[in-house]
């Protein structure tokens, strides 16, 4: 089945220590997006790639960064996580940007910081 | 600034019917989404509306009125199993998924 994955689901580290999350996909969609979930609230969008092209929303902290090697892999990396960014990390896919196409979600990796 | 309303939750009864409002002021709209959310999982995609009127798909339906800024989810014979939060998402102007905090709902036996 066509799919979005999402490596490790559940990830601690310790304060400022440096992690890396990673989601796959085998729907081969061109736009790979990453959210940050907080208890009972809304997904809040971090970035985007358009194949490529890397599109970081205004208000995404320096202390997120992203990766696109090719069209089936995107990493997460907070270079030092605070106690704040303890949250569920969302990937999701969708077919094109600029049109009306359904996002389609990983699992999510709960992120714990201690 | 652009905003999704809907209420943080709601209870029902199993076998029920509940409806789950969502109203929204957003530039531009291309189109509002439901997603489904079980505690700790990730969003599945429930249903699509770009245009007025209802969408039916099996047991959840899903309405929209464009000129009022509203939807709304229709959940019938409830399951425990739809005991979950349900996010209501509108695509705007710039095709950027604008999130609603969802609605939790609880099923009652």
């Known amino acids: 089945d066509a799919m979005v994955i999402q490596n490790p689901r559940y990830q601690v580290t310790q304060f400022g220590k440096p992690v890396t999350l990673s989601c796959s996909q085998t729907?081969?969609?061109?736009?790979m997006y990453w959210y940050q979930q907080k208890s009972s609230q809304a997904p809040k969008l971090l970035f985007h790639?358009?194949?490529?092209?890397?599109?970081n929303e205004a208000d995404t902290p320096d202390n997120f960064q992203s990766r696109r090697p090719n069209t089936s892999f995107c990493f997460l990396d907070i270079r030092s996580p605070g106690l704040g960014d303890a949250a569920m990390y969302l990937c999701?896919?969708?077919?094109?940007?600029?049109?009306?196409?359904?996002?389609?979600f990983g699992p999510g990796t709960r992120l714990t910081v201690l | 600034g652009q905003n999704i309303d809907q209420p943080t939750e709601m209870t029902a009864t199993e076998g029920a019917i509940v409806q789950i409002n969502c109203t929204y002021q957003?530039?531009?709209?291309?189109?509002l989404f439901w997603y489904q959310q079980h505690a700790g999982e990730a969003p599945t995609f429930l249903s699509y509306?770009?245009l007025d009127g209802l969408e039916e798909k099996g047991r959840f339906s899903s309405f929209l009125s464009r000129s009022k800024g509203y939807s709304y989810l229709l959940l019938k014979e409830l399951q425990m199993k739809d005991s979950a939060s349900y996010l209501c998402?509108?695509?705007?102007?710039?095709?950027?998924?604008?999130w609603g905090a969802g609605t939790k709902l609880i099923i009652k036996p």
């Open positions: 509306n770009v």
């Open positions: 729907l081969n969609h061109n736009v």
């Open positions: 998402a509108v695509m705007d102007s710039n095709y950027q998924l604008i």
């Open positions: 957003t530039s531009g709209f291309n189109g």
């Open positions: 999701a896919t969708s077919g094109r940007t600029g049109e009306t196409d359904t996002q389609y």
């Open positions: 790639y358009y194949d490529k092209d890397f599109n």
